[in-house]
Structure formats: structure tokens, C-alpha cells
């Protein structure tokens, strides 16, 4: 009864739920056919019983085995060699965990890290959100603004034409009545005459002499304007009381005062003669063309339809 102890160690062995304790039953499987009796504890009488005497009747008589059963045996008996090998290699396991543990806290520090900048960075992303959808909101508001002032810029900008083409045309009434007289030499009895009456007379003697008009022409004014830069004779202005009178002196001009140094022209403002510039080349070349030309103040026809400044200045850029 020596070998009872040894007996239920292995029997222990053999009945634990562990790697090496599957590989052992594994074996005696092969060796003795069939484990069923290692499974009843190990203190029953029959059991340890029959355990010496098949221990001895193996020691003395052992049988031979067969050659699949030797290659399963071996195959368990590597098996256990490796698993045993394995178990050799926990402690080196054991002493890496807490570096590992280590490691793996510090991965956790960093995602959590991570984690909270990316909370940051959407916090920040759904603020500059929210700045876009308010500066949208005010360009928006600063477009129809903008549109509001555009609009009413072209309100004010056609008002101010409007109201300069009347003060034009307010000016152009003002001296229908007028005609210019340019090249009538100056007497010197006019620069110390300030009510202009010599200049008047001046004027009369060069209607009734130059243009063959005898009839006593009365005037509202007469006067000389500035002196000229080439240092010819001032331009006369005369306002007529008659607007017959006016346009008979015209006429007279056009028949009689052509090749000579003489020239009567009517009174326009600026504006309309900066017009009338630009467009009595085309009156005169139409002319030539033969073409059924009328030109009035600043307004132009050919062949009835109207020609503005601008369509000249458009066509020579």
C-alpha cells in the first residue's frame, strides 16, 4: 500500500480540468483503453485496489502495444512537451504584464487626450459654424443694403441729369435771341463807355455796312466779353428785342460774310457746344455725302434719324 499516495496524486492529476491534466488522461486513454475508474475519488478501497494489482500485473507480464497506439502516444507525449514548454515562459509573461499594463495606460492617457481635443476641436468648429452662418447673415444684410444704395444712386444720378439738362436748356432759352459777332475791330472810344453804348453803335454800323441791312436794329444788350488769348478783336454779344431781327441778321451773315474776317454765330452754353463740337464733323461729312441733313442746337438728324454725341465718341474708341 506504499504507492496510495503517489496514486492520488496522479490520479489528481488525471481528474483536473488543466492542460497537462487532458494530455495525461490522453495517455492513459491510450495505454489502458479506458479512464471511467480514475474518475471515482480517490479514496475508494476498490479503486486503489484494483489500481496495485493492474500495476503489477503490468510490471510483470506487460503486453505488447500496438504501433497506432505508440504514434497517438507520442503524438500526446509532444503535445505535453509543448504545453510544458509554454508554462516554462510564464514567468517572463508575468514580470512584462506591468510594463505592458504601463503601456497600456499610457495609450489610454493619450485617446483620452485625443478624445478631449477632438470634443475642443468641434466645440471650436460648431462656434466658427455659427460665426459663418452670422457673417452670411450680414452679407446678406449688407448686399440688400448695398443693392438699396445702388438703386437709389441711379435714382439721384438720373435726377441730377435731369435737373442739368434743364438748367441747359433754361440757358439755351435764355440766348435764342442772342447771336455772336466776332472780328469787328474795336473803337477806342469803348473802353472808357461802361453802359456799352458805343459798342452798340459799333455793332449797328457793321449791320447796315457788312450785311446790307438799313433798318434800325434794337437790342435788350450789347456788350464785349473778355479779351482773347491770340489778340484778336473781343467777341461781341447782342441781344435782340425781336427774335425776326435775330434771325434776319443771320441769314444776311450766311450771304454776305463768307471768305472775310467776319463771323456771326449764335450763343449756346457750354454744354451744348461741347456737343455741337462733337458732332459738326458728322454734319458736315454727311452733308457732303449728299445725305438729308438738320442740325439744331445740339441735336443732330440724318436722313431723320438722330446722331448723339455719345454714338460718336463710343465709335472712336
Known sequence: ???????????????????VGNSIQ???????????????????????ASNVQQKLSFSDQPSPLDPRQMTNL????????????????????????????ARLGGIENRFS???????QMRNDVNRLENR?????????ELNERLNYIEM???HIKQENYDLRERVVEMQARSMR????????????????DRDNIQTEKVLQNFIKEKLNIPDNIKFHVVHRLRPRQDGKPRTIVAKFERRKDRDRVLKAAR??????????????????????????????????????????EDKLYVDGRRIFPQDVTDGQK
Open 26 to 48: 490522453q495517455a492513459r486513454q491510450v495505454l489502458y483503453g479506458h479512464t471511467s475508474q480514475y474518475n471515482v475519488p480517490c479514496n475508494t478501497p476498490a479503486v486503489v
Open 152 to 154: 437709389e444712386r441711379d
Open 132 to 140: 459663418v452662418k452670422g457673417t452670411e447673415c450680414n452679407n446678406s
Open 255 to 296: 450771304d454776305n460774310l463768307k471768305d472775310t474776317q467776319y463771323s456771326i454765330y449764335e450763343q449756346f452754353p457750354n454744354e451744348i457746344m461741347e456737343r455741337r463740337n462733337i458732332l459738326w464733323p458728322i454734319f458736315k461729312r454727311e452733308q457732303r455725302a449728299g445725305r438729308r441733313v438738320r442740325f439744331k
Open 74 to 101: 507520442e503524438a500526446v507525449l509532444n503535445d505535453i512537451y509543448s504545453k510544458l514548454q509554454n508554462i516554462d515562459t510564464l514567468p517572463n509573461l508575468l514580470q512584462s504584464l506591468p510594463s505592458i499594463d
Open 177 to 192: 435771341e442772342n447771336l455772336l459777332f466776332g472780328g469787328i475791330a474795336e473803337d477806342t472810344c469803348e473802353k472808357e
Open 113 to 119: 487626450r485625443m478624445e478631449n481635443e477632438i470634443v
Open 1 to 19: 500500500m506504499a504507492d496510495t499516495p503517489n496514486h492520488d496524486v496522479n490520479n489528481r492529476l488525471a481528474t483536473c480540468h488543466t492542460p
